[in-house]
T-cell receptor
Framework: EAGVVQSPRYKIIEKKQPVAFWCNPI?????LYWYRQNLGQGPELLIR????????DSQLPKDRFSAERLKGVDSTLKIQPAELGDSAVYLC??????????????FGPGTRLLVL | AQSVTQPDIHITVSEGASLELRCNYS??????LFWYVQSPGQGLQLLLK??????LVQGIKGFEAEFKRSQSSFNLRKPSVHWSDAAEYFC????????????FGAGTILRVKS
């Protein structure tokens, strides 16, 4: 079974430029998460989707971040414009059943973003 | 608000020695507890999880963890560490009252010396 796929793996951009990250979850997984992991920290949830619906985006900085999950499968996270403080690893995860705290979340390898 | 504390930023152990990584949580609800491992350039891999029942949980790669409600702890242990265990370890807490949201600790970096 293929795992969570993310691309690109690395991205270097200048501040004020836009950037987008793509995630394809494990087949059949209805719930998709985007996390941000700052250096020396644990991941922090940005947004959670159940199928196409964003059910928790309370931690997403909506002035510059946006996300979509069309057709309830793959998802894109966008930053526009990027700031220096956005340098981090962006992790995507998926789980099979929605709404269950005990469901295991499976993580992708992440996209490492460096904003210069 | 929920929080997770991993008091040790770095731990170094000798290969073959025992290991214990500490995790303390502050949570208003009945917690679900997880340990994940992250190798350089890799995503997080689940080692084990606790929801209910036996407070000693067995996981993959020979790891185990014990839930102690009275101490609000969920420490990870391994009796004999292998060089391949060198990685960063994250404790995470969730609860039904908060949906699927996981709150992660800051992580503990494990170094294994030969």
């Amino acid at each position: 079974e293929a795992g969570v796929v993310q691309s690109p793996r690395y991205k270097i951009i200048e501040k004020k430029q836009p950037v987008a990250f793509w995630c394809n979850p494990i087949s059949g997984h209805n719930t998709l998460y985007w996390y941000r992991q700052n250096l020396g920290q644990g991941p922090e949830l940005l947004i959670r989707y159940e199928n196409e619906e964003a059910v928790d985006d309370s931690q997403l900085p909506k002035d510059r971040f946006s996300a979509e999950r069309l057709k309830g499968v793959d998802s894109t996270l966008k930053i526009q414009p990027a700031e220096l403080g956005d340098s981090a690893v962006y992790l995507c995860a998926s789980s099979k059943l929605p709404g269950l705290a005990e469901e295991t979340q499976y993580f992708g390898p992440g996209t490492r973003l460096l904003v210069l | 608000a929920q929080s997770v504390t991993q008091p040790d930023i770095h731990i170094t152990v000798s290969e073959g020695a025992s290991l214990e990584l500490r995790c303390n949580y502050s949570y208003g609800a009945t917690p679900y507890l997880f340990w994940y491992v992250q190798s350089p350039g890799q995503g997080l891999q689940l080692l084990l999880k606790y929801f209910s029942g036996d407070t000693l949980v067995q996981g993959i790669k020979g790891f185990e963890a014990e839930f102690k409600r009275s101490q609000s702890s969920f420490n990870l242990r391994k009796p004999s560490v292998h060089w391949s265990d060198a990685a960063e370890y994250f404790c995470a807490v969730g609860a039904r009252e908060y949906g699927n949201k996981l709150v992660f600790g800051a992580g503990t970096i494990l170094r294994v010396k030969s």
